[in-house]
């Protein structure tokens, strides 16, 4: 079945710890890559999108993402995380440019 | 500012009620969803409008309703149908439902039966 992947359900970091959420999809043809972001009480946010050209890509906060075309993969990283990362994060994938489909969600815990 | 406005944040229902979701928004989008999100599954698509008067099914659309009157607003219908409604509904919203636009997404209503 046609999907997208996100391998940790949950992961928790001190600060200054270097993260990489892992996000895999099962689609062919066109995709277009995002990650979402939702801190707690909050709505979600574009964090960055990959469309086409460089696949490494730089969102807001110091986070990047990596289009690996051959792994069906857009990982996501920040070399140092603070505190104020602890949100939950979402990885969704737009296929031919139509429906847009997301991953189950990793919820990210910093800890001071 | 620009945005999508969605009430109320917290809702309670009876069993056997039906309740509705509102969604407004004032970014001039043509495409807005409705999205349902539960612990460890994500979000999943419940209906989508490309235009006012014209709405699609999503992957979970039973026993859920849609109505698109005006460009603004889509509001979300949760029948007595839906046999497990409880739940975090997020509505939202893109310039077009093709082409590579990301979505703008409300803040969300948390519905809970009692």
């Known amino acids: 079945a046609q999907s997208v992947s996100q391998h940790n359900h949950h992961v928790i970091l001190s600060e200054a710890a270097s993260l990489e959420l892992g996000c895999n999809y099962s689609?062919?043809?066109?995709?277009?890559l995002f990650w979402y972001v939702q801190y707690p009480g909050q709505h979600l946010q574009l964090l960055l999108k990959?469309?086409?050209?460089?696949?490494l890509v730089k969102g807001i906060k110091g986070f990047e993402a990596e289009f690996i075309k051959s792994k069906f993969s857009f990982n996501l990283r920040k070399p140092s995380v603070q505190w104020s990362d602890t949100a939950e994060y979402f990885c969704?994938?737009?296929?031919?440019?139509?429906?847009?489909?997301f991953g189950a969600g990793t919820r990210l815990t910093v800890k001071p | 500012d620009g945005g999508i406005t969605q009430s109320p944040k917290y809702l309670f229902r009876k069993e056997g009620q039906n309740v509705t979701l509102s969604c407004e928004q004032n970014?001039?989008?043509?495409?807005m969803y409705w999205y349902r999100q539960d612990p460890g599954q994500g979000l999943r698509l419940i209906y989508y409008s490309q235009i006012v008067n014209d709405f699609q099914k999503g992957d979970i659309a039973e026993g859920y309703s849609v109505s698109r009157e005006k460009k603004e607003s889509f509001p979300l219908t949760v029948t007595s149908a839906q046999k497990n409604p409880t739940a975090f509904y997020l509505c939202?919203?893109?310039?077009?439902?093709?082409?590579?636009?990301?979505?703008?997404f409300g803040s969300g209503t948390r519905l809970t039966v009692v």
């Open positions: 939202a919203s893109s310039p077009h439902r093709q082409g590579n636009y990301g979505y703008t």
């Open positions: 970014l001039n989008h043509d495409a």
């Open positions: 689609y062919g043809g066109t995709v277009n």
């Open positions: 990959y469309f086409s050209g460089d696949p």
């Open positions: 969704a994938v737009k296929i031919n440019n139509n429906d847009m489909r």
